[in-house]
């Protein structure tokens, strides 16, 4: 996200396809193990894919079909803010998404873990505890259904998937059981005022600078340390991982905490956005943050991840539903398009994939 | 890691699937409200005096919103007013297999009558005409059974009517006003009901010739997604004179998006009738001008007309000796003017 221009410079572009896009391969012995060890190293910041570029290049056009076709609202300063404003909560949950499913799991109940941070911190007795309380609360819900689900899967030998459809199901129970239904209503004004125009720095309003401070964090993560080098390894071969000397259960209890604290953050942000808590919040996060993740680049199959990849993804998904509503579209309309761009983007992974086997 | 790939692309259609689910069980009420002090205050349908002693078995789904639990409680309290009702109440689930297992419970314990408000009326027919034929008559509650024979009296809600009478409210404050746009927030599209309010208000706006539906937008009765929705229709429409929204709750987000935008440039009218939404009227200082009800005090309303059913009564006030085999609810239009009377049937 941060250095487009160096896609300009890729220099191998026969073993860009199948290598990290911009995970760091370095020169450690962790991720040798992690694929089938054809990659061939350059410069971390010269490793821009085709994907990553092809991405970008869908974003692109997708903003000229807006400026085209709605040319005085698609471009005005309000709706840009509004896009990145959208983007920003499921870009968050979809940034802890790309480290889960980079090692090899798979987390269902971050939809879930939003809809019971932001309901338990909305309840009237942390909000009696002002912006910090709320902040807390939600944060640690989140870290704390993470917990849950690392301790499930790297310990409890539970597969990710059941064990997150199990926290699916129990968080979105436990919301229901705290709000009766109810919308919980925020009354702290210092939350609320974050989601206002008088709030925004430079004109960015301050959910974006949350995004952006995610997603820097989350990029150096992976790419620029021990904590990224090991995720991927687990992901392409945690067997070869455990005997290269990485405590592959304690680097899964991690990345499941990490991806509920992106929940927790997500929370704490849909309740500056919607001035409330309720149940019903988070509803298909799931389905669209690995969707992002996945069209991004990164492999459900583990092994390769890029935050770069699922921030372009989600972008997409985001201007896609803005460019919708703008030309006022048919929610079926819109639906129809949204799975034929999920199906097109799997598709092309597994062509891209099998080449890169060959 | 190719080998894997096919049942990880699963993993994802999995997802889809489970989500797809839990969407479908989250939004099959039309109000996600609840209500802790029903509007048991007014008079009775049937007559009020005690008579022969009757016992209802009462089957609603799960409460997983709060309309659905204004439901519930409108039926409790209504029931306890009567010194000769009994209520056998049911846990509630959206679970049709569930549903149909609690109905044969109740069928089996020999109530007098039965209130069901089914989680799937189409779905739940086959349930209903078990306990007809066992001799139990069926009130009917909101969604309606596939066949009339399932039923002994129906009693819902007006979702064409709430759309008509949203329309035809917007179209009287607007017939002067030449070259009007109008902007519709509607509820989840899957819906039957969705489609009704629409057809309903569209109906309504071909009276006033002056008036045009400019833009509509769907959203999924929560307030993440009205405040989504809104803000992006906010984006599309610069300028617009009146929006419905069919849904007070996802009104809350609506509310939400149209205060960050910093727009007061129209008139907005709300559906169902919570409490928030008819405080905001009151006070008068926002958008929102007014809400079109659809009230779950018709919980408390299938209760009466289970208690005449079993004492063989008729509805005071009526002429004829049996109650009616249906009964649809009036979509009132709550206004500044008249919302001191509505306030008691709000719902939190």
Known sequence: MTQPASAARKDAPMSAAESSSDSASGSTSDTSSGTAGKRTRRPALMRWDVRSLSLLGVLVALVAVGGVTQPDSFLATSNLQLVLTQASVIGVVTVGMTFVITSGGIDLSVGAIVALASVWATTVATQEFGFAGILFTAVLVGVGCGLVNGLLIAYGGMVPFIATLAMLASARGLALQITDGRTQMVTVTEVLDLGVKDAYVLGVPPLVLVFAAVTVVGWLLLNRTTFGRRTVAVGGNAEAARLAGIDVRRQRLYLYLFSGLCCGIAAFMLIVLAGSGQNTNGNLYELDAIAAAIIGGTLLSGGRGTIVGSVLGVLIFTTITNIFALNNLETAVQQIAKGAIIVAAVLVQRRTLRGGDA | ?348
């Open chain 2, 1 to 348: 890691m190719s080998r894997t790939a096919p049942s990880r692309r699963g993993l994802l259609f999995g997802t889809a699937a489970v989500s797809a689910g839990a969407l479908l069980t989250a939004c099959t009420s039309n109000e996600p409200k609840q209500q802790e002090q029903p509007a048991a205050g007014n008079t009775p349908a049937a007559e009020d005096k005690p008579g022969k002693p009757v016992t209802i078995g009462f089957a609603g789904p799960q409460a997983d919103h709060g309309w659905l639990n204004a439901i519930n409680q409108n039926a409790r309290s209504r029931a306890a007013t009567y010194s000769d009702v009994t209520l056998e109440i049911t846990e509630g689930s959206n679970d049709t297999a569930a549903q149909i297992g609690q109905v044969q419970t109740l069928i089996n314990k020999k109530v007098d009558v039965l209130v069901i408000l089914p989680a799937d009326g189409k779905a739940l027919t086959q349930v209903g005409l078990q306990a007809m034929r066992a001799g139990i008559p069926v009130v009917n509650l909101d969604r309606v059974f596939a066949s009339p024979q399932a039923y002994r009296c129906w009693i819902g809600g007006d979702n064409y009517g709430m759309g008509l009478n949203a329309g035809t409210y917007i179209g009287e404050q607007l017939k002067d006003k030449p070259n009007a746009k109008v902007v519709e927030l509607a509820g989840l599209d899957n819906l039957e009901l969705t489609r009704q309010r629409t057809q309903g208000f569209d109906d309504a706006l071909k009276n006033y010739p002056n008036i045009t539906k400019v833009a509509r937008q769907a959203a999924d009765f929560t307030v993440e997604s009205g405040q989504a929705k809104m803000a992006q229709l906010l984006q599309a429409q610069p300028a617009f004179d009146a929006l419905w929204n069919h849904d007070d709750d996802q009104g809350v987000g609506a509310l939400r998006a149209i205060a960050q935008a910093g727009r007061d440039d129209f008139l907005m009218v709300g559906g169902a009738g919570a409490k928030s939404a008819m405080d905001a009227i009151k006070a008068g200082t926002g958008v929102l001008k007014a809400t079109v009800l659809y009230p779950p005090t018709m919980a408390a309303s299938a209760i009466d007309l289970a208690r005449a059913l079993g004492q063989g009564k008729g509805v005071g006030g009526l002429a004829e000796l049996e109650i009616p085999s249906s009964l649809t609810l009036y979509s009132a239009v709550v206004t500044k003017e008249n919302v001191d009377d509505y306030l008691p049937t709000g719902f939190n």
